[in-house]
């Protein structure tokens, strides 16, 4: 199976496996007991810490809270700011995108239900926002801007930096789910000057179910899990040390490897893409516009996405139609939609995305398979060329 769908979900690192391995099994103790066992643990969490710390550039006095996912740590940050800001009636509004992911959208689509206003930034044909609609939309009752670095479908990166300056010139306080920049691009909280950042492992080569949240110095948001004081008491339950370390060594790596990723990722994502413009009346979303090095979403004309991925699939190929978080729902691709793409195209969407373990021969397949299976569904569709 030649493997492009990492922005799903990625190989876990031969190194990290290793690392976490003798936290099951031989350094088990709980991090929060005081004996050696316990003390160990402990320390191999506090490494972990440090290597999240380095990884985004976070200051001494800064939190990052671990906890299972970027979606525990997205509803942490709006579930917060409800209860913090818009439930005591010191603000009442949140501003966000149209193409943000799941994890975002349908939690303040919930919070929407319990009295919170939500704006959504429109996108243009190419998935952009318009910097000035965010200008437009924030007021004195503005509590949160939530803008993702990176969209998981197009690999379109959003100004992030200058999104935050003109929140924070507003009044508000900034968030981004930075799950598809981790490892992609660089992300530095300091220079960017973010308040909350969320960010998932297994999307950089460690495990799944655990990520963690980044909160600036001096900000604080209500526990969204309440029990032990784990976490200084921001997040209870028990730690998760193998996986935690796994984190941080996948944090490590990740960052280790963005020249790399800028390079070699970018190289071969370039040569899938030149091989796939070459076929007839297909479009690369958002080509001419700063994206992550490794993500290609790709519309073929005539071809509906769904039988596109299951024709590949059955030639050994793995890809998506987009988020997988959503991956049930066979309706057509919200990001195109919102775009305000053509209801043809908007059934038509195939993601490519791939990772510092895709190689040249695999690239090399994958062109080959990605002709034919246009040719054969194209041959079989009412597909008529431009």
Known sequence: MIYLDNNATTKVDDRIVAAMQPYFNIHYGNPNSLHTMGQTA???????LNQLYAGINARDNDDIIVNSCAT?????????????????????????????????????KFLESLGAEVSYLPVNTEGLINIADLQHELTNDTALVTIMWANNETGLIFPVTELCAITHKAGALFHTDAVQA??????????????????????FHGPKGIGG??????????????????????????????????????????????????SRVRSLRDQLEEAITAIPDTIIIGKNYPRTPNTSLVSFKGIEG??????????????????????????????FQAMSMDTDLAHTGIRFSLSRFTTQDEITAAIKIVK???????????????
């Open 72 to 108: 525990e740590g997205n509803n942490h940050v709006l579930m917060g700011i409800y209860y913090d800001l818009i439930r005591t009636g010191k603000k009442k509004k949140i501003i966000t995108s149209s193409v943000e992911h799941p994890a975002v959208s349908h939690t303040l």
């Open 372 to 386: 034919d299976c246009v040719q054969r569904l194209r041959a079989i569709s009412t597909y008529t060329k431009l």
């Open 182 to 203: 981790i490892g992609k691009v660089p992300v530095d909280v300091q220079a960017s000057n973010i308040d909350f950042l969320t960010f998932s492992a297994h999307k």
């Open 213 to 262: 949240l980044y909160i600036k110095e001096g900000l604080k948001l209500t526990p969204l899990l309440h029990g032990g004081e784990q976490m200084g008491g921001k997040r209870a339950g028990t730690i998760n040390v193998p996986y935690m370390v796994g984190m941080g060594l996948a944090m490590e790596l990740a960052v280790a490897g963005l020249t790399d990723e800028d």
């Open 42 to 48: 402990r320390k191999a969490m506090a490494t972990a």
């Open 306 to 335: 769904e039988a596109m991925l299951w024709d590949l699939n059955k030639n050994d190929l793995a890809a998506s139609t987009g988020s997988a978080c959503s991956s049930e729902d066979l309706q057509a691709n919200a990001t």
